[in-house]
Nanobody, 115 residues
Framework: QVQLVESGGGLVQAGGTLRLSCAAS????????MGWYRQAPGKQRELVAA???????NYADSVKGRFTISRDNAKNTAYLQMNSLKPEDTAVYYC?????????WGQGTQVTVSS
């Protein structure tokens, strides 16, 4: 079973950038679809971006053009590059690995964007 550990969150001013990392261990990383989700206080968890094992990507409309998801299979790591951050991007960001019935989550990393 894969295990996931996120890093890279923090406090940033509006317009700033952050890069989140999701380090995987315990399984063959390249076979999983990797996703980044976020959950703001009082709101449901939502998909931010995902990348398949073949490299296809999809994004929430709210982050298109600002965020980029990528993966480095040699390093067993997925990334979320976040540019032009807005206060409404403030949330706990979670990494997810999914393949058939496998659905694994990281512990989350806080991203706070000040106005």
């Amino acid at each position: 079973q894969v295990q996931l550990v996120e890093s890279g969150g923090g406090l940033v001013q509006a317009g700033g950038t952050l890069r989140l990392s999701c380090a995987a261990s315990g399984s063959i990383f390249s076979i999983y679809t990797m996703g980044w989700y976020r959950q703001a206080p009082g709101k449901q968890r939502e998909l931010v971006a995902a990348i398949t094992s073949g490299g296809s990507t999809n994004y929430a409309d709210s982050v298109k053009g600002r965020f980029t998801i990528s993966r480095d299979n040699a390093k067993n790591t997925a990334y979320l590059q976040m540019n032009s951050l807005k206060p409404e991007d403030t949330a706990v960001y979670y990494c997810n690995a999914r393949r058939f019935t496998v659905d694994v989550w990281g512990q989350g990393t806080q991203v706070t964007v000040s106005s």
